[in-house]
């Protein structure tokens, strides 16, 4: 006899679970909005470095036939409307050339219902957070012969300068509409640790000071050094924009020893932020094709 249960009864145990999954997901916004009351007030409830513990765990988690990807893309919306439920949340995206737009990234992240408002340029970016406009803004991510060195608009101290504290994508194989962007996520909100992440020093020299040479006094304070980008210019100096890869807080003692070190060569550095590690390709393959590329080799 034909073990295969009905067609009808394994549509009721598919309603079974929709109904479970449904009451889990009206539970975990209601929890949403409770964290938000226990939250210190600020300018934006938005924490990616809990978000993506929470999808680092899930991702851990995982077994089945369901891709990872979709895991991801699921609880993307999902964390998108939580956080939308803590108080009004919109996104500036960088959008200044043909083509450098950083919308379809923003949309891939936080989902299809965030407001997302795009500016012409990094300053208009910076000041759409400043001013509260927006909670955070994309901008694209610094390089060296990049000609808007925005991140040293970043260097200076006080409560309405942004931070940087995320990168995107989090998840590349999730994230169709950007496919080929990265950006830098800011915020007027301090980086946290996530567990593995990189944080960024901007260091301020009196005189000349090439990228190695910065490499190496940094280096020498015990913070491993995973790139440099350099702006020099006859007003502004000598900057340096060091990624560390490791999580420096703002009570780093490695960040005094480099700054008590260095007096004559470093008139200043300063903390601008980090981002959590976004997941390695691997962590995200489709079990299907691992099981096929496994069958070929
Ligand atoms: C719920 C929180 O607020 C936001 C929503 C999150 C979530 O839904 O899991 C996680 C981080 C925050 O961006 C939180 O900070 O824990």
Redo the contacts with the bound molecule.
């Keep these: 006899m034909d073990s295969t249960p009905s067609l009808d009864s394994l549509r009721g145990e598919i309603d079974e679970i929709d109904s479970k999954i449904h009451d889990l997901l009206m539970r975990?916004t209601q929890?949403?909005r409770t964290?938000?009351n226990a939250?210190p007030k600020g300018p934006t409830?938005?924490?990616?470095a809990?978000?993506m513990q929470?999808l680092r765990r899930l991702v851990a988690r995982h077994a089945g036939p369901l891709p990872r990807a979709v895991l991801v893309r699921l609880w993307r919306e999902?964390?998108a409307d939580?956080?939308s439920q803590?108080g009004p949340f919109a996104v500036a995206a960088y959008s200044a050339e043909p083509g450098s737009s950083l919308t379809g990234l923003a949309r891939d992240h936080f989902g299809v219902l965030t407001p997302v408002l795009e500016r012409g340029s990094a300053v208009r970016v910076i000041n759409a957070v400043v001013e509260g406009e927006c909670s955070i803004g994309l901008l694209p991510p610094p390089a060296s012969d990049a000609p808007d060195a925005w991140w040293r608009y970043l260097a200076r101290s006080g409560e309405k300068v942004p931070r940087i504290i995320g990168y995107l994508p989090f998840a590349p194989a999730a994230a169709p509409s950007g496919a080929d962007q990265t950006a830098l996520v800011i915020g007027l909100v301090d980086a946290e640790p996530s567990g593995a992440d990189h944080s960024f020093l901007v260091l301020e020299a009196g005189s000349e000071l090439s990228r190695s040479a910065a490499r190496s006094l940094v280096e020498k304070a015990d913070l491993p050094v995973h790139d440099t980008v350099l702006w020099d210019s006859p007003s502004e100096g000598y900057l340096l924009l060091v990624e560390v890869a490791d999580f420096v807080g703002r009570d780093d003692p490695r960040l005094k020893r480099l700054q008590e070190n260095n007096g004559e060569r470093i008139q200043h550095c300063w903390l601008i932020g980090g981002y959590p590690l976004p997941f390695a390709e691997a962590d995200l393959v489709d079990p299907r094709v691992a099981a096929k590329e496994r069958e070929r080799s």
């Design positions: 975990r929890v949403s964290i938000a939250k409830s938005f924490r990616l809990r978000e929470v999902i964390l939580s956080l803590q």
